[in-house]
């Protein structure tokens, strides 16, 4: 398989800059262009979940807040002397 040139370039803006590290491969530029968007997309995810902002984290944090907030609501209740109606345990 040898690289085609290709009239215009699909790749993004942002990856153009990383383009002369895939030059040499013996790929397609279609191919180039998919290399590169799936090692930024691996690079972002990891930068994503380094800085908490992952949205598998997002949800976990959402589902963690949630409990708390039930937890607090409980505690509350109890401080009062009064479970709320839908607690049973």
């Known amino acids: ?3 085609q040139p290709c009239a215009a370039p699909r790749l993004p803006e942002r990856l153009r800059k990383y383009r002369r ?3 040499h491969f013996d790929m397609t530029e279609d191919e180039k262009a998919d290399l590169l968007e799936t090692v930024w997309m ?3 995810s990891v930068a994503d979940d380094a800085f908490g902002i992952h949205p598998v984290q997002q949800a976990a944090d959402a589902a963690a807040d949630e409990k708390r907030q039930r937890r607090l ?3 509350r209740a109890v401080a009062e002397n009064q ?3 839908d607690e049973t345990r």
């Open 21 to 23: 590290y895939v030059d």
């Open 1 to 3: 398989m040898t690289s």
């Open 73 to 75: 609501a409980i505690a």
């Open 42 to 44: 691996v690079a972002e």
């Open 83 to 85: 479970m709320p109606e």
